[in-house]
């Protein structure tokens, strides 16, 4: 089993600045995605996972450059955060997605998305659609296993709501299902996790994790890569 301070998570917060990505009623896809990024970051570091996020504001970056501070503080998973659009609202549209490269392994890529996917089927969303391969800019550049989540539709009132009342549950599940790819998991118990629109409680996996403390880095990258290992600077962002 690895030391969790030997890893890295990447967060990328899709759109930002000028980019809204999809919007429905006043609501935009990229003020959805920041909130779910830094509640995963904060969740990751609870189970000893360093993380950086792409952005920490509403500011735009194009996918070369997001792909490129994965690539660059040699991240060990890369996860693009993003909700989904469908072209009439409310419909049969609905739940959460996740794509890998076109060419990605099924072994890396693929089983990160799965094992996550399975973490939020727990976390209170309306119904796992499954994993997918998708021609994404930023998975094509990410030289390290990467996943894009699509976290319901924006157009999708009930998955809105969802998204809302679980956010926190969605976060944990996601890192909890990146210490799952990591072999980080050394058992597990059934928490509070995500609720449906009645309130009723989902369950959530809560998996024991080990950590220990690591040394800091020298070089620029590398001390970028650092902030974010133990211990932590809650918070800290490229």
């Known amino acids: 089993m690895e030391s969790s301070c030997n890893l890295l998570v990447v ?6 600045g000028q980019d809204f990505g999809a919007c429905f009623m006043g609501r935009c896809e990229k003020d959805d995605n920041l909130r779910l990024a830094l509640e995963t970051q904060k969740q990751l570091s609870f189970l000893g996972i360093p993380a950086l996020t792409t952005r920490a504001s509403d500011t735009f970056a194009p996918p070369a450059i997001r792909a490129e501070i994965a690539n660059k503080t040699d991240a060990d998973l890369f996860i693009s955060l993003h909700r989904a659009s469908s072209p009439k609202p409310n419909e049969d549209a609905a739940g959460i997605e996740s794509f890998v490269y076109l060419t990605s392994p ?9 094992l ?8 209170g969303v309306q119904r796992i659609i499954g994993v997918s391969r998708g021609n ?12 894009l989540l699509d976290m319901g539709f924006i157009n999708n009132e009930i998955d809105n709501r969802l998204f809302d009342i679980n956010i926190t549950a969605y976060a944990g599940a996601i890192a909890r299902g990146a210490a799952a790819y990591f ?5 597990a118990a059934f928490l509070g996790g995500g609720q449906d629109c009645e309130g009723n409680g989902t369950g959530a996996r809560a998996p024991e994790i080990k950590t220990l403390l690591c040394a ?18 809650l918070g800290y962002t490229v």
Do not use: Y
């Open 183 to 187: 072999g980080l998991l050394t058992g």
């Open 11 to 16: 967060l990328d917060a899709g759109h930002g």
């Open 136 to 147: 994404f800019g930023v998975l094509r550049r990410a030289a390290m296993p990467a996943i």
């Open 116 to 123: 996550i996917l399975s973490e939020l089927a727990d976390a």
């Open 216 to 233: 800091a880095g020298q070089d620029t990258w590398r001390a970028l890569r650092q902030k974010a290992r133990c211990p932590f600077a």
């Open 106 to 114: 099924l072994e890396t890529s693929g089983r990160a998305a799965q």
